[in-house]
């Protein structure tokens, strides 16, 4: 197969040209962050750097950091580097006690992120004649807008499914001949498993390709998907902060992500000590934008532990490769695709009158997580009456399912029965982490 | 006039229920009845014993969740449709059963039925007046 590109001219660009252009593209967006956010300009103030220091990517270093912590604090307007005239869009991630990360599009912002979704699909093998399924959902997520806008990009016929109904998708499926299909890794086990069950063989559809990403996923995974709907699966990274899924993607080698570097310069550092380390070495991803008008970031720090590597790929890509995400440098959990943390659990069980003793258990049954979080009852809740209890379970998990987006199986448990611990509580057991997942 | 009951939550898992009936035992308590209501994930258990308070002490010294249940204990003639008569009584005023079970005491002429209903009072004395022996603390010990 003849390798193909959706803009050859980027992604085979040789190296010193790239680093040429990540260069100038810097330098203006150090100006233009500095200029128009006054959160960025205090920070670096703070650092004493000026627009002026920064005459290349060498320079980069001399830049401070920024943070989700940032970003909540800035929340709404704090980062916006663009007048809201300019904006034509949000996406947002699902937050902390109440406070989300809301990013803000222009239209180049838009485009420039659909066609690094545009570049995916093309390196997934898709072009005009591809049928292009998208069962990411749609909404503040930035998952359906971004393949669906990538597919527009590329041609395809692209069928808006959203996330859920999977009979729906099914039928879709079969009945329009999708040959792409985009989604979470766990939601493509499940359809590759629905079709089992309705007796539908690999060979039945007419899919050729799954662009997957936005959770953690494993090789074996990825074989048992590739196994069960007849495809080849893709790797897909991106974050809502830095545009969404297309910051980085796989290409026919399926051996790790090649990322989009005339947008985006990937540095990897020393999580404890912030200092940067080579190429080659496992550490935090962090990222800089360098086209992104309204929400730029620069050396955003994505708690992402990977490794990069400049190895030739055969596909004709320049892009440097990072990996899969090894494990995070917080205590971010990802399940089902939704981003959770502890803390948003315990605000919520504090405003429902909880003690903040609980411990959550994630697992991964059947390629699909389960996410399970036992709670201590308060005392006057108890009765000799199971209903008594299973309703206070329901009420408990339905705000939970307000904070975090999905839902979680609550178990109530005795008072003081959860184990207190002198230093750090063992408040996560993530049993995916058995299976070889880096969660 | 209501008899104390032990609600002992206990939790779906391994050892729970040896816990608790260890402590009972060793406690020195005798259990005069019991019932079980099970979900998927926890139990809660049910207990007429000989000293309620002490049994409570006992379970909450090992670590179990206890609470005390006010409930109604009737002793009825060991007989076809006694049982059937007191269900009848209380449905005739409006009077819900949550749960309910019964125990036959050594004798064998006699059953015993324990009985959880919303109120506790109006319970008694409907069956009272109706005619049912209702059963009390020293009863249960003497059983």
Redesign the interface.
Known sequence: MANRYFQPEQETMPLEDIQKLQSEKLVKQVKHVYDNVKYYRDLMDAKGVKPEDIHGIEDLHKLPFIKKDDLREAYPYGLLATDLSDCVRIHSTSGTTGKRVVAFYTQHDVDMWEECCARAIVAAGGDENDVCQVAYGYGLFTGGAGLHGGSHKVGCLTLPMSSGNTDRQIQFMMDLNATILCCTPSYAAYIGETLKEKGLKPEDNKLKAGIFGAEPWTEEMRHDIEKSLGIKAYDIYGLTELSGPGVSFECQEQKGMHINEDHFIAEIINPETGEVLPVGEKGELVFTSLDKEAFPLLRYRTRDICVLSREKCSCGRTFIRMTKPLGRSDDMMIIRGVNVFPSQIETVLLNCGYTPNYQIIVDRVNNTDTFDINVE?KEED?????VG??NREKELQNAMKAMLGINPKI?????K?IARSEGKAVRVIDKRKRLGINV | MAINQLSIFVENKEGKLVTITDSIANAGIDIRALSVADTQDFGIFRLIVTDPQKAKEALESSGCFVSITQVVGVSIPDEPGSLAKIVNILARYNINIEYMYAFIAVSGKEASVVLRVEDNNAAEKILIENGVKLLEEKDIIAL
């Open positions: 009852m108890f009765s000799d009456i199971p209890i299973t178990h109530l448990v005795a008072p029965s």
